[in-house]
């Protein structure tokens, strides 16, 4: 699978060593260069591009035209965002995955095309379960997440 | 009418003066505070601190029955979702843009935002007017027509020179407005031939700008 992410960090970079070493065709975008060195492994063998995640003539060169999946997990939600909707509405990749920490923003953008998750709402799941014992709840741990997020969004989006 | 605006920097703030002087209602949101509290001696009780991207603010600032909300943040990506989620949340009528970086225009559009405001090329077009003319200077958008004011000058070597203005081979929808000639203003008669050194101000449909620039510059 051809696979671009934008967002070199512990999770960008821990993620593309692991996908690279599966075989799979990673392209890896990040602002800082620095972040290379620092988040990938030795033995990575795919593709890095100096650049901003949002710009479309990046990620052009990147080879968003011909990628299968799209990962977005850069420290800013908004950013995120903009470059989810950007491979999605412009570019037409198939899978967008978005991290977007803001639970409301997560729910509120997962019905546009693109898969988001939210660190609070799974981190929170986690947690709450140790603390408490046996989970209450049914469904896997994203499943329970994102059920925390449409209560959240609920509480806040009026009846429409 | 009323009006809530993202972010009040320079932007926001001198907006929100001349809406409030123009005898309308305005809700800044900023997100430091102790740049809200300077705009709140400045012109009153009108802001509330918070991040216009997270929803409840958009809320808290009575965005159901504003009439538009205006994204004036330095920042592209938090514009965008100011935006997006006003139109989501609160299915305000027109949502308005800050754009910083020129290039997010065409992006924003593409996303569903259809009003956007480049600082950028606003300067970028006054500018051009006051150099020496090269081709076609964007005037200003018509937004809602799908439209654009343009000025060019005619050259010695335009291919408009000398010809009357039913001869110029412009795009459907546009048409030339009227003349610039030696400082006067001349109707933009069928009959009038164009005469190097007048500059045209035409209305072109944005997709059409090269048609209309090649027209008329060559």
């Known amino acids: 699978m051809k696979v671009l992410i934008v967002g070199c960090g512990r999770v960008g970079g821990l993620l593309a060593g692991r996908l690279d070493a599966e075989g799979h065709e990673v392209t890896i975008i990040d602002e800082n260069r620095a972040q290379f060195e620092k988040n990938l492994p030795q033995s990575f063998n795919g593709a890095t591009v100096l650049g901003s995640g949002i710009d479309m003539d990046v990620l052009r060169g990147a080879g968003i035209a011909e990628v299968e999946a799209f990962v977005i997990v850069t420290q800013g939600d908004n950013r995120n965002i903009m470059g989810a909707q950007i491979a999605k509405e412009i570019f037409g990749v198939r899978r967008v995955l978005c991290k977007i920490n803001d639970p409301i923003r997560a729910q509120t953008y997962r019905g546009h095309g693109i898969e988001t998750w939210s660190r609070t709402t799974i981190l929170s799941e986690i947690i709450h ?11 896997t741990l994203l499943d329970r997440a994102r059920r925390r997020e449409a209560i959240l969004a609920g509480d806040v989006v009026p009846e429409s | 009418m009323y009006f809530v605006i993202a972010g009040g920097g320079q932007v926001g703030f001198h907006l929100a003066q001349a809406l409030i002087e123009a005898g309308h209602e305005v809700m800044i949101i900023e997100e430091e505070r102790r740049r809200a509290q300077w705009i709140q001696e400045q012109l009153g009780n009108i802001v509330l601190t918070g991040s216009a991207d997270e929803g409840r603010f958009l809320l808290e600032a009575g965005c159901q029955r504003a009439d538009a909300v205006i994204a004036a943040t330095g920042d592209d990506p938090v514009n965008l979702v100011v935006c997006q989620m006003a139109q989501i949340h609160c299915r305000v009528p027109r949502v308005i843009a800050r754009v910083n970086d020129p290039k997010n225009e065409i992006v924003f559009k593409k996303l569903g935002i259809e009003e956007t405001v480049s600082s950028t090329r606003v300067l970028m077009s006054v500018i051009e007017q006051e150099l020496p003319m090269r081709g076609l200077v964007p005037i200003m958008p018509l937004v809602t027509a799908g439209l ?20 110029l081979r412009l795009p459907d929808g546009a048409t030339v407005g009227c003349i610039v000639r030696k400082r006067a203003l001349v109707r933009a008669r069928a009959d009038e031939r164009l005469q190097p050194g007048d500059r045209i101000i035409a209305f072109t449909p944005t997709a059409a700008e090269t048609e209309v620039r090649k027209a008329l510059v060559g």
Request: aromatic share 0%.
């Open chain 1, 129 to 139: 379960d140790l603390l408490t014992g046996r989970e209450k709840e049914s469904g």
């Open chain 2, 148 to 167: 654009e004011i343009v000025e060019a000058e005619i050259a010695d070597d335009s291919p408009a020179a000398g010809k009357p203005i039913r001869d």
